[in-house]
């Protein structure tokens, strides 16, 4: 299995506090992404990162933002979340992000807001 | 029109039984494509990828009909192990560099029973 740890792995918060989640990889890839995953919806793109301190927004971005100052560590921030972000959240890996590449998914941190 | 459409099922099949998933793409940019297996309350996994002249891994054949923007998964001789939800995942390249972001569909439920 891919290195790729998430913390935490359950999180229940109240509606306007912030909130961060931390996915962190052992496997040096560069490109590094956060899904949201809602019945009905699938998997969805919040955001990416093509390098460190690069980033960028993917279909579903609205009341999120992401950090990456270090190869391995992708952080995701609610600023201040809303009951609509209550999901299953998954981190993805992929060493070259080209279009063939696998992508290799964590564990998933489940978020309830309340 | 969802990117990516699947039958959500779910599909309930006896062990032994042969059993396939269609998926369509809206698409006609998207370079390649993907089947994941989903188990409950985990991470997707890569099944295998999709090639334009079709490919197979043991029990599992995936096939790609790029005129009809289509993908199939045939599984035969199912295995109670087999239950989970399948994902058809498609990386959309539209002129640029696309960064490995794939679009998932909803998935396809499947349940193999005794």
């Known amino acids: 299995d891919a290195g790729i740890t998430q913390s935490p792995r359950h999180k229940v918060t109240e509606t306007g506090t912030p909130v961060t989640l931390r996915c962190h990889q052992t496997?040096?890839?560069?490109?590094m992404y956060w899904y949201r995953q809602d019945p009905g919806h699938g998997l969805r793109l919040i955001h990416y990162?093509?390098?460190?301190?690069?980033?960028d927004k993917g279909e579903v971005s609205d009341g999120y933002s992401v950090s990456r100052s270090k190869t391995e560590d992708f952080l995701l921030t609610l600023e201040s979340a809303t009951s609509s972000q209550t999901s299953v959240y998954f981190c993805?890996?992929?060493?070259?992000?080209?279009?063939?590449?696998?992508?290799?998914f964590g564990p998933g941190t489940r978020l309830t807001v309340l | 029109r969802k990117e990516v459409e699947q039958d959500p099922g779910p599909f309930n099949v006896p062990e032994g039984a042969t059993v396939a998933f269609n998926c369509t793409y809206s698409?006609?940019?998207?370079?390649?494509f993907f089947w994941y297996r989903q188990d409950c309350r985990k991470e997707p996994k890569l099944l295998m990828s999709?090639?334009?002249s079709g490919n197979e891994d043991g029990r599992f054949t995936a096939q790609l009909n790029r005129a009809s923007q289509y993908i199939s998964l045939l599984i035969r001789d199912s295995k109670l192990s087999d239950s989970a939800t399948y994902l058809c995942?498609?990386?959309?390249?539209?002129?640029?560099?696309?960064?490995?972001?794939?679009?998932f569909g909803q998935g396809t439920i499947l349940t193999v029973h005794p």
């Open positions: 993805a890996i992929s060493a070259a992000g080209g279009p063939g590449d696998t992508q290799y």
């Open positions: 999709v090639y334009s």
């Open positions: 990162s093509y390098g460190v301190k690069d980033t």
């Open positions: 496997e040096n890839h560069r490109y």
């Open positions: 698409n006609s940019a998207s370079q390649s």
């Open positions: 995942v498609v990386n959309i390249n539209a002129g640029g560099t696309s960064y490995g972001k794939l679009t």
